[in-house]
């Protein structure tokens, strides 16, 4: 499901729930994930990663994201119960991962096996007779004699295998390209437990660094609406709004067409630019259709419904926090809603790129409107403009397209006063890091430096 569509129609719904496969419970994850039914989401997850292995894998992946935070700071379960997992062997080394599921939604069948385990519901005999079990004690089943070695919460051994399959999730496109390096971080990323402080905020070692998620990719790791998030990270002092140190990473053509992501898009609308760089914006740029039906379909949902705020991130006693916005910031947030709907009416859109690429797997977490932007931005030669510091580094480790930051097209778009005036100071105020990139930052000192020199020239003169 490409995550620019619309809401999916209550006959497809119905006719998913009824085909109860792999694919259909991926898909009904989705519509629950966008409707805030956590309860629902991650039942629908569980019981699509008893099943084939590709959509399983994908299943564990989302779970593994959606929860990241979750129980964190829970103590383990110390005996078998509802929604714990438990390790039992024989004398002879057969060994056997037994989750008991709480949900019967989860449960497709008892005994459907996953590469987490066998799923059994709360009314199994497997449970009927695992129930209360500690380490070490002794349990019958299917005829044999089995030690308890092991027991857990069936959230952290979902948690665990889903951060492991970042990097063999199919589902994204496939991209060629080069370097190995991004996926390699992202690697050393899945050997992270689930239950460290907050991703967003602390980013995740790999071999070569610290690799962060940005200011649209981090959705992914929380239960919210993408916009809301992306609104958040980039006001909320809390959120890091992280780009790139350099703008570019390549040379970009005088009179090149851009193409706008959602994170562009986003700031765009927040930065409220006065009317001529808008008009200029109309004409040298563009976004893919899936993008602006995406946006649009965000913007509407959130100045309409009921506000649900990703909060104020923080810790409380060593625990992590998260707070509601005020008043104030939810009236905000409305009114760049309805400056995103007037920017993108009259922006140009593009036909997305829909094929596919050789050799190398963007990961799950790109998203795929995020890979289609990407594809039709190579395809066209356009120079892609995103603010998300994660995609920045995808679309430069793999070498995928031209990139851009917004300040960088605007000075294409000769607004050097604007970025000196206004753009600096609303950086400043959402503690941007960095403030301004550093080729950038060079290109302005150039220029004033050229200003001076001419009107001491006309001094002379």
């Known amino acids: 499901m490409i995550d620019s569509s619309l809401d999916v129609d209550e006959d497809i719904v119905s006719y998913a729930e009824k085909r109860d496969s792999g694919p259909m419970n991926l898909l009904l994850a989705q519509c629950a994930h966008a409707n805030h039914r956590i309860q629902e989401r991650n039942a629908r997850l569980i019981r699509a990663s008893f099943g084939e292995s590709e959509i399983a894998s994908r299943a564990l992946l989302m779970y593994a994201l959606w929860n990241a935070e979750d129980g964190e700071g829970r103590p383990a379960p110390d005996a078998a119960g509802y929604d714990t997992y438990v390790v039992i062997a024989t004398k002879d080394g057969e060994e056997h991962t037994l989750i008991f599921l709480a949900d019967p939604l989860s449960v497709k069948e008892g005994g459907a096996e996953g590469v987490a385990g066998l799923s059994f519901s709360a009314r199994s005999d497997e449970f009927v007779a695992c129930r209360g079990l500690r380490v070490g004690n002794s349990v019958s089943l299917w005829g044999n004699e089995f030690v308890v070695r092991e027991i857990g919460s069936a959230n952290s051994l979902f948690s665990r295998i889903g951060f492991a399959e970042i990097p063999n999730t ?117 976004a893919t259709k899936s993008t602006v039906k995406r946006l649009e ?58 094929g596919d690429y050789a050799d190398v797997r963007l990961p799950e ?97």
Not at 326 to 339: F, N, P
Not at 365 to 370: D, L, Y
């Open 297 to 354: 379909n965000d913007a509407a949902k959130l100045a309409d419904e009921p506000y649900v705020s990703i909060g104020k991130l923080g810790y409380d006693d060593g625990k992590l926090a998260l707070y509601e916005f005020g008043e104030d910031m939810k009236q905000y947030c409305g009114s760049r809603c309805r400056s995103i709907l007037r920017l993108t009416q009259e922006l140009k859109t593009a036909e997305p790129s829909l």
């Open 170 to 286: 199919p589902g994204g496109m496939v991209l060629s390209g080069a370097p190995e390096e991004i996926l390699e971080q992202l690697q050393a990323f899945a050997r992270e437990s689930a239950r460290k402080k907050d991703i967003y905020k602390d980013g995740f070692m790999g071999e070569h660094g610290i690799l962060y998620f940005g200011i649209e990719t981090g959705a992914f790791l929380r239960s919210v609406p993408q916009l809301e998030f992306t609104i958040g990270a980039i006001c909320n002092p809390d959120l890091p709004y992280r780009k790139c140190r350099i703008a570019r990473n390549g040379a970009i053509d005088e009179g090149c067409k851009f193409l706008l992501s959602y994170s562009a898009l986003v700031v765009l609308s927040l930065l409220d630019v006065p009317d001529e760089i808008c008009a200029a914006i109309h004409e040298r740029c563009c």
């Open 365 to 461: 977490i790109m998203g795929e409107n995020a890979v289609i932007d990407i594809r039709t931005a190579a395809d066209n030669g356009y120079v892609l403009v995103t603010e998300d510091i994660l995609e920045a580094q995808m679309v430069d480790g793999f070498d995928l397209s031209t990139r851009c930051s917004i300040s960088f097209m605007l000075l294409c778009l000769g607004h050097a006063s604007y970025i000196l005036r206004r753009y600096l100071v609303q950086m400043q105020e959402w503690y941007a890091v960095p403030v301004l990139e550093e080729d950038v930052a060079e290109l302005l000192q150039a220029i004033i430096s050229e200003v001076v020199a001419q009107i001491e020239n006309d001094i002379e003169i």
